[in-house]
């Protein structure tokens, strides 16, 4: 079985400050991990995947994440953040090719930006 | 635009009702999967078709069934509603059967 925790539900930072919204999981299996985004009343849009390889990701709007095997934690991180941000933020797991269980992806409760001005 | 297209965007029925939620996946995507947002349960997988055939199933409700079409657009299809079926429905497509999904713009379901 695989689970997600983002340890925070609300994280506030004001305008042009760096942000982290922390995402651990739990797995029996080899994972693929992914940040999706919400904006309020639209679907959720990748922001970044990890499948294999640098476990330094970069992904879209200046947002990166670091994969953490050993930590089991796929943190994301932007060094300045702008009011467009704010919004839901969502970690997803899935297995892996091979790994014996399907596509479907196990998400976090989900982690509200609220960037100030 | 993620190229996935979900209709109706809003749907209001009362509880008994039979409703029905269509989804075409981008193109080239053989996967499509549906998930339900809710305040209470967040967001719940519910069931992936790959190529037309069922691949997965999760929290689905034996009320609640789905099927994908030999042109790869997909239906759910959610009966005997409760009012606690209101929420958002996602349908997300992938080219194959895992990998990053993207997703549609959602229905969202009101049950009164």
């Known amino acids: 079985a695989q689970s997600v925790t983002q340890l925070d539900s609300q994280v506030p930072v004001f305008e042009e400050a760096p942000v982290e919204l922390r995402c651990n999981y739990s797995?029996?299996?080899?994972?693929?991990l992914f940040w999706y985004v919400q904006y309020p009343n639209q679907g959720l849009q990748l922001l970044l995947k990890?499948?294999?390889?640098?476990?330094l990701v970069k992904g879209i709007n200046g947002f990166e994440a670091e994969f953490n095997k050993s930590q089991t934690s796929f943190h994301l991180r932007k060094p300045s953040v702008h009011i467009s941000d704010t919004a839901e933020y969502f970690c997803?797991?899935?297995?892996?090719?091979?790994?014996?269980?399907?596509?479907?992806?196990?998400f976090g409760q989900g982690t509200t930006l609220q960037v100030k001005p | 635009d993620s190229g996935v297209t979900q209709t109706p965007k809003h749907l209001i029925t009362a509880t008994g009702q039979r409703v029905t939620l269509r989804c075409s996946p981008r193109?080239?995507?053989?996967?499509v999967y549906w998930y339900q947002q809710s305040l209470d349960q967040g967001l719940q997988f519910l069931i992936q078709y790959y190529n037309g055939e069922e691949r997965a199933k999760g929290n689905i409700l034996e009320r609640f069934s789905a099927q994908q079409f030999p042109d790869l657009h997909s239906e759910l299809n959610l009966s005997s509603l409760e009012l606690g079926d209101s929420a958002l429905y996602f349908c997300?497509?992938?080219?194959?059967?895992?990998?990053?999904?993207?997703f549609g713009p959602g229905t969202r379901l009101t049950v009164t």
């Open positions: 997803a797991v899935s297995g892996t090719i091979g790994s014996g269980n399907t596509g479907k992806l196990i």
């Open positions: 193109s080239g995507d053989l996967s």
């Open positions: 990890y499948l294999s390889g640098s476990t």
């Open positions: 997300a497509s992938s080219v194959e059967n895992r990998g990053e999904q993207y």
């Open positions: 797995s029996s299996v080899s994972v693929y």
